[in-house]
């Protein structure tokens, strides 16, 4: 039985997208100690991410690297859920500039959270030894990134009529991304029926029990939701990639193999 | 144990934490075994977070360590089984209570509930390294590192990291 490597390089991509998201408020936090906590959220994302790729070359073999993989691939073959891409901000097209919403940053920090702290507790069970031995580690390392988002989401959404009103509207405009947690794609429908992805379907009741608890706490509304569901996780991705891997990849292709 | 094996473990014995200058990477978890290995001798570490950016560091603390003692051993990183703060010994804790960090509570039993992973455990007291009260409160889940969090006592208003359960 083969690992389906597009289901690691899918969880991969996830975290090194979301990793440099959040990154880009390193330096610029609303205060002090949440400039740390993304960028410590960030490391532990791309730590994350540097696991799953250097196992993914290891099972491809030849001159397959982490830093090949993250560094060398396009935007159409990254492989993580369009919500992660998005900018910390409501719906603008790709080159407009917009200041940073802390809002946005922490609604999606929860939802992917709250998800993945129940895919990595599966996949602890994994019938790959490599992905079980970092979902062990990952697993408590996004419980207190949840904690984190949770807390804030909370204290925003409960806080004064201004900060209501943002964290709402993050909720409103990022909640559709989610759909596509729920949909199987190609990779993820191999990777289950080798035994090495839990279905995320049977994951849904728990997240959404999740969700609606902190919204309630939050005194939050969740969306109806109706529309298209993005394909980020095929490869279909939206024009805010592009511009995230172009800031990301540019070191490492004007120095190939730099080092210092 | 063979010779070869307790001379390196003695060798590394002395190593610190990078971040931590008072504490041992033995006494810390990350050096798990040395191992006389058919195929040569082979030194285990494990990572605390997957992204501390401390873990490069050690590995090359261990090699240096090694080519010192003119010992040729290969430097293994493990995951499994995943580094938990219940390994560190008491001896660690308390030398980090003196260094000014509070040291991680034991972990809570497995829960299995769906809630589980947003639940706080009921007995969560950080008591201040300082004046010892347990009359404190978290500002910040993340502090200086990843592995810790800042809490401020409310007794002598002094700030303080915590070193938290992993
Ligand atoms: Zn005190």
């Excluded at chain 1, 409501?90 to 895919?119: E, H, K």
């Excluded at chain 1, 806080?159 to 405009?173: K, M």
Aim: hydrophobic share 40%.
């Amino acid at each position: 039985m083969s690992t389906p490597i597009d289901y690691l390089l899918h969880l991969a991509d996830n975290a090194v997208v979301l990793g440099q998201r959040n990154a880009e408020w390193c330096g610029h936090g609303p205060i002090l100690e949440e400039d740390l906590a993304l960028a410590n959220v960030s490391l532990d994302l791309i730590g994350q991410a540097r696991l799953l790729y250097q196992r993914v070359a290891e099972l491809k073999g030849g001159d397959a690297s982490e830093d090949q993989l993250a560094y060398f691939r396009d935007a159409h073959e990254f492989r993580n859920y369009t919500l992660l891409e998005l900018p910390h901000h409501g719906p603008l097209v790709g080159y407009a500039a917009a200041d940073r919403d802390y809002a946005t940053t922490i609604v999606r920090n929860f939802l992917y959270s709250a998800l993945m702290v129940l895919v990595w507790d599966g996949l602890q069970n994994s019938a790959d030894a490599g992905l079980a031995a970092i979902a062990a580690k990952s697993v408590k390392e996004t419980s207190y990134h949840l904690h984190h988002a949770r807390d804030w989401l909370v204290r925003m959404g409960d806080g004064t009529d201004e900060s209501h009103a943002r964290v709402q509207a993050a909720v409103d405009h990022l909640m559709p991304y989610t759909e596509e947690f729920w949909t199987t794609s190609p990779a993820e429908g191999a990777a289950v029926a080798a035994h090495v992805a839990v279905d995320v379907w049977a994951l849904r009741p728990a997240w959404d029990a999740m969700v609606n608890d902190a919204l309630a706490e939050a005194t939050l509304s969740r969306p109806n939701f109706h529309g298209y569901v993005t394909e980020g996780k095929v490869g279909l991705h939206s024009e805010h990639l592009g511009f995230l891997l172009a800031e990301m990849q540019s070191l490492a292709r004007a120095h190939p193999d730099g080092r210092w | 144990m063979s010779t070869a094996t307790e001379r390196v473990w003695a060798a590394l014995e002395a190593l610190t934490d990078p971040e931590i200058p008072v504490v041992t990477l033995r006494e810390l978890g990350i050096l798990r075994e040395v191992n006389d290995a058919p195929d040569g001798l082979e030194v285990v570490i494990t990572p605390t977070y997957s992204g501390c950016p401390a873990m490069g560091q050690i590995e090359d603390d261990v090699r240096a360590r090694l080519a010192e003692l003119g010992v040729a051993a290969r430097v293994v990183t493990r995951l499994s089984p995943p580094w938990t703060t219940d390994w560190m010994s008491d001896a660690a804790k308390a030398k980090l209570h003196a260094y000014g960090i509070a040291p991680p509570h034991t972990r809570p039993a497995p829960d299995v509930s769906v809630m589980r992973f947003i639940k706080r455990p009921a007995a969560d007291v950080v008591s201040c390294p300082h004046c010892g009260s347990s009359r404190t409160v978290v500002t910040s889940q993340f502090g200086s590192t990843a592995c810790k969090a800042l809490y401020k006592c409310l007794d002598c208003q002094e700030p303080f990291d915590y070193f938290k359960p992993y």
